[in-house]
């Protein structure tokens, strides 16, 4: 398996401008976690989704933040308009309830993302 | 104040030297301890999970939880310079694959 893939890996935008993350999930993995790290606020869940469903946004940001998940191998996560306090690494996480281990989350590379 | 708090280090040791790292948690109710690994510029990687209080071992990595006091640590015997990273402690309330809450890590840089 190739592991959970993340497009692109960096990207550098201006304010105001629209970005949107990618992620593909490992295959047969149920639930997927979006998160975003920086220096000072460590690693922030922003929402997480079961079998495509949403069940936890409370760590968006704010309404520029929107995430979706319109099947088992594909998410996004937008931001819009974005500003340069969203520079940050955005990593995409995926899971499975069949695991071991108390569900053993599966990072991605992350996206390196600067707004100038 | 956050859930599960963790020293940000940085830490530096030498080669060679036993590491100690630790997490305190507030919420009596997780009951599965994790430890992320996370090299520089990669996405976090679990290196060892434990259930409920007691040591876990695995090669020279020893897992601790004492659920008494809501302190667990994480010690590395032997510490090597690959082994500098930062490390994430995490929690869980279930079995289920849901939300984990993670420490903000500590940096480690083993020199040789």
């Known amino acids: 398996d190739a592991g959970v893939i993340q497009s692109p890996r960096h990207e550098v935008t201006e304010m105001g401008q629209e970005v949107t993350l990618r992620c593909k999930p490992i295959?047969?993995?149920?639930?997927l976690f979006w998160y975003r790290q920086t220096m000072m606020r460590g690693l922030e869940l922003l929402i997480y989704?079961?079998?495509?469903?949403?069940?936890?946004d409370s760590g968006m940001p704010e309404d520029r933040f929107s995430a979706k998940m319109p099947n088992a191998s594909f998410s996004t996560l937008k931001i819009q308009p974005s500003e340069p306090r969203d520079s940050a690494v955005y990593f995409c996480a995926s899971s499975s309830h069949g695991l071991a281990g108390g569900g053993e989350q599966f990072f991605g590379p992350g996206t390196r993302l600067t707004v100038l | 104040q956050k859930e599960v708090e963790q020293d940000p280090g940085p830490l530096s040791v030498p080669e060679g030297a036993i590491v100690s790292l630790n997490c305190t948690y507030s919420n009596s109710a997780f009951q599965y301890f994790m430890w992320y690994r996370q090299y520089s510029r990669k996405g976090p990687e679990l290196l060892m999970y434990?259930?409920?209080?007691g040591n876990k071992e695995d090669g020279r990595f020893t897992a601790q939880v004492d659920k008494s006091s809501k302190y667990i640590s994480l010690f590395i015997r032997d510490s090597q310079p690959s082994d500098s990273a930062t490390y994430l402690c995490?929690?869980?309330?279930?079995?289920?694959?849901?939300?984990?809450?993670f420490g903000d890590g500590t940096t480690l840089t083993v020199k040789p």
């Open positions: 295959s047969g993995h149920d639930y």
């Open positions: 989704f079961n079998n495509n469903v949403p069940i936890d």
């Open positions: 995490a929690m869980k309330k279930g079995t289920n694959a849901g939300k984990s809450t």
């Open positions: 434990t259930y409920s209080s």
